[in-house]
């Protein structure tokens, strides 16, 4: 099992930027696809980005891409999210969480979740 926690959420206005981070602890951490997804109140969670173990692979969704970047530091267990030019539609929880090599776009391709860290936009 892998243990994830988030961090680095806040209030931000529009057009800042603001980097999230997600530590994992547990079993090998080089081993996971990780994502990062997120859940606006009253909507479904979805995929905001991905990264593969050895870090070469990202993909993104359309609605972030050339906004956001991920990244990890497999040394040091960790995943970040750094979020530029944020727009209110933006404003959501944010999760993270890993999975094994199929892990994708879909929050079910996911098998360990950390516990969300919230992001507000002011316009």
């Known amino acids: 099992q892998v243990q994830l926690v988030e961090s680095g959420g806040g209030l931000v206005q529009a057009g800042g930027s603001l980097t999230l981070s997600c530590a994992a602890s547990?079993?090998?951490?080089?081993?996971?696809?990780m994502g990062w997804f997120r859940q606006a109140p009253g909507k479904e969670r979805e995929f905001v980005a991905r990264?593969?173990?050895?870090?070469?692979?990202?993909s993104y969704a359309d609605s972030v891409k050339g906004r956001f970047t991920i990244s990890r530091d497999n040394a040091k267990n960790t995943v970040s999210l750094h979020m530029n030019s944020l727009k209110p539609e933006d404003a959501a929880a944010y999760y993270c969480?890993?999975?094994?090599?199929?892990?994708?776009?879909?929050?079910?391709?996911?098998?360990?979740w950390g516990q969300g860290t919230q992001v507000t936009v002011s316009s």
């Open positions: 547990g079993r090998t951490f080089s081993i996971y696809v």
């Open positions: 969480a890993a999975g094994d090599l199929a892990a994708g776009s879909g929050r079910h391709t996911y098998q360990y």
């Open positions: 990264i593969g173990r050895s870090a070469i692979s990202t």
